[in-house]
């Protein structure tokens, strides 16, 4: 068994690092959490021009602005201490699509990299390089290089050179392009004009902005069609004013040209500003020191393991002991010298609370003569990683950081091992729940956004270790996402009716010949009656230190059910993994209740894993999908040690762009937010969104609850070690 200390791992993890981060910690700023002044485009900026400013590492928020010219939603994310991101999601008024509504709905995304932070002792500014709506149709598209410095402590200028839209010089749309492809080749081209902004923080509250912006507001098509954006802006000099609500809320109104007025409101959140930092949980129990030698002869010299009556009560000491901290002890091997638990952690989001909690309370229970410790993770029966640590070191230092405790103590596969005893009622063991359900839809050109409301019931059944059964029931109560189906070929915006795509087996398959496998994901919307999204039954097994295995049958989600396999090599001191999973699945009915179409598919992929230090993970998965394309998705992702994640991903699969359809190739973002973080009290909830702009074919795999590597990660070297500040808590 190969072993290694945790704090000989964060040596080993931290050059990757540096070649992550980068370099730059913004501008100063009054607030930490917002910039001075956030634009319309979401970034910190002036009113429409950008600036050289970052937000506080790890910022999400979102803001959203209304004007004559447009309204525009923005989702930005500080990825990086230096590069900021914005997902948008704009109506753009005066410009006709094919629905000649007067308006067009466009996504896109930015992104902003400080190249150098502000010298606050020198004469540097602080340098940022930009591309905006990069992504998208282009609409807004400009590339952009800007210098901001502080000229007083309350006054900020910036000086730019942009290109396109912040040249005044609109990029020509490709009537036939599908969009969602990088448009390198218009990059800093079509010539350069200079923009600038300068922001007055007159008070904590209340900023002042005035810019010198190009844009004329304007939309060219190769068509040759010019749509101008609202009435051409009668002068290049923007006003605006800003009020901050707090330390995440921004109120602001704008005028730009003089003549055109505008409001904004934006939310921005981090995830290391907690509402409660401390969290609202009970304290844990404090280490009890064990008594002298000869005060307890009997403890000390080991004499009690030959009692048969002792093991089974000190097992049901320790294990009730856990249950009121929100842990199960599902077993325990126990001799003179050493014990070992294997812990279930129901409550925590970092693990390494759990691993503290049950230290803590192992010293309370052992008799004195047990001096070394394994505690052993378990997730859904299988044994993750154990932590092995002296007793002694607990005692002496308890009242220390936590890198202390890391340092001595050591991270293992969690091996067989000779003599556990289960722990009694703990198979089988029933779970449910009844709780309200709200599903949001975003990003869609003719429906904006849309909601439904309801109930779901979900309960669990874990027969044995590794072996669970799961269900959820819904009903929906209200709201607008009703059944339709995909779009009539030619005639955007117009859909076939939910009878008329029934009935014409034909409509299954795209005019360019691919599978309709989520682009008709609207027809399982809508039902009045009770549906069935998940019905499971799932084995979970450990065949060696490093191996972990799933199958799971039954309805995997709404749209599909069939057979699912994987398996996961995984060892707990390794950044690397490496994993494989193939699925044999048909589509079911549009009820969701037990009947299935005629589609059917088998889909796999091999998978490769790889954890940076400070939270960062990046996947690769190189396979065949759900229309049977053939390709590969890679996925970067983010989490933070009090459970937040961000990631965003893109599949690119041998579809081409026109068979794809509109964006070209899927995308999107990631969100999970942990509900203790919200509410101080410890929970292992969460929140979880995809935020994608649309719902293609191409690129689309099978969704499968309780896939092996986040399952497994959480207690390996990184993850574990990203939350072992939380080990005494």
């Given amino acids: 068994m190969r072993r290694s200390r945790l704090t000989r791992q964060l040596m080993a993890t931290t050059l990757p690092l540096a070649l992550i981060v980068g370099s730059g910690v913004g501008v100063a700023t009054a607030d930490p959490m917002l910039g001075r002044n956030m634009s319309t485009y979401g970034l910190p900026g002036g009113i429409d021009t950008p600036t050289a400013e970052t937000l506080p590492d790890g ?75 990069f992504l998208g149709t282009g609409v807004y598209s400009g590339e952009y290089i800007v210098a901001t410095r502080n000229v007083t402590p309350t006054v900020r200028a910036s000086v730019g050179l942009g290109w396109g839209t912040l040249a005044g010089k609109p990029r020509v749309i490709d009537v036939t392009d599908q969009g969602g492809t990088p448009n390198v080749d218009d990059w800093f081209s079509g010539g350069a004009k200079p923009f600038a902004s300068v922001s007055w923080q007159v008070n904590d509250k209340l900023n002042l902005t005035a810019e010198y912006s190009n844009d004329i507001y304007q939309a060219r098509y190769s068509n040759g069609n010019v749509f101008q954006q609202g009435d051409e802006p009668s002068s290049k000099l923007n006003l605006g004013a800003s009020y901050r609500f707090g330390r995440n809320y921004e109120a602001g109104i704008y005028t730009i040209g003089g003549s055109t007025f505008g409001a904004q409101l934006t939310i921005a959140l981090n995830p290391r500003d907690a509402t409660y930092p401390s969290g609202l949980e009970s304290a844990p129990a404090p280490v009890r020191p064990r008594p002298a030698p000869a005060q307890d002869p009997e403890g000390w010299s080991g004499s009690w393991s030959q009692d048969p009556t002792a093991q089974p009560a000190i097992q049901k000491a320790l ?93 293992s596969d969690a091996a067989p091992v000779a003599g556990l005893v289960p722990s ?135 749209a599909y059910g069939g057979v699912s396999a994987e398996a996961l090599w995984k060892p ?24 299935f179409r005629d589609y059917e598919v088998t889909t796999g992929h091999v998978s490769a894993y790889y954890e940076f230090t400070q939270g960062f993970t990046a996947q690769l998965d190189v396979g065949q999908y759900l229309a049977g394309d053939v390709g590969a998705t890679v996925t970067l992702a983010r989490e933070f040690a009090n459970g937040w994640r961000v990631g965003a991903y ?80």
């Fill in 59 to 133: 910022s999400l928020g979102a803001t959203l602005s209304l004007s004559d010219y447009a309204r525009r939603g923005n989702i930005f994310f500080q990825a990086l201490p230096g590069l900021t991101t914005v997902l948008r999601y704009g109506r753009v008024d005066g410009i006709d699509d094919f629905r000649a509504e007067g308006f067009i709905s466009d996504r896109s995304l930015d992104l902003r990299y400080q190249i150098v932070d502000e010298d606050e002792d020198g004469w540097r500014p602080a340098v940022a390089v930009g591309l905006q709506d």
């Fill in 319 to 411: 294990g009730d002991g856990m249950a009121d901290e929100g842990m199960i002890l599902e077993s325990m091997a126990l001799s003179p010298a050493r014990a070992e638990v294997r812990l279930r952690n129901q409550r925590y989001i970092a693990q390494a609370e759990a691993v503290g909690r049950t230290a803590r309370l192992m010293t309370r229970a052992l008799p004195p003569s047990v001096e070394t410790f394994v505690i052993t993770s378990v997730t859904d029966g299988m044994p993750t990683s154990s932590v092995t640590v002296r007793r002694s070191d607990i005692e002496r230092l308890e009242n220390t950081e936590a890198g202390q405790i890391a340092a001595a103590s050591t991270l």
């Fill in 424 to 558: 009694q009622d703990v198979y089988p063991r029933f779970r449910w729940s009844v709780k309200p359900y709200l599903d949001i839809g975003i990003f869609s050109a003719e429906d904006g956004i849309t909601h439904e409301v309801g109930a779901e019931a979900r309960a669990s059944y874990e027969i044995m270790p590794g072996l669970i059964a799961t269900g959820a029931l819904r009903q929906r109560a209200f709201g607008d996402i009703g059944q339709r189906g995909p779009g009539i070929p030619g005639q955007r915006g117009e859909y076939y009716s939910p009878e008329e795509y029934e009935a014409d087996p034909s409509l299954e398959t795209t005019p360019q010949g691919v599978p309709r496998v989520r682009s008709d994901t609207r027809m399982y919307t809508g039902n009045s009656s009770p549906v069935i999204p998940e019905l499971t039954l799932a084995w979970y097994a450990k065949p060696s230190d490093a191996v972990y295995t799933r199958v799971t049958v039954g309805l995997l989600e709404r």
């Fill in 572 to 595: 707990a001191n390794s950044q690397l993994a490496f994993g494989a999973e193939i699925n044999r699945v048909r589509k079911r009915d549009f009820d969701q209740l037990f009947d």
């Fill in 650 to 729: 893109a599949t690119k699969t041998d579809l081409s762009a026109e068979e794809f359809g509109e964006g070209s190739f899927d995308k999107g973002v990631t969100l999970s937010i942990p509900l203790g973080w919200a509410t101080g009290q410890a929970s292992r909830d969460r929140v979880s969104t995809n935020i994608r702009s649309l719902s293609r074919d191409g690129g689309s795999r099978v969704t499968v609850n309780g896939r092996l590597y986040d399952r497994v990660r959480e207690s390996h070297t990184v993850d574990l070690y990203e939350g072992w500040g939380r080990f005494w808590r």
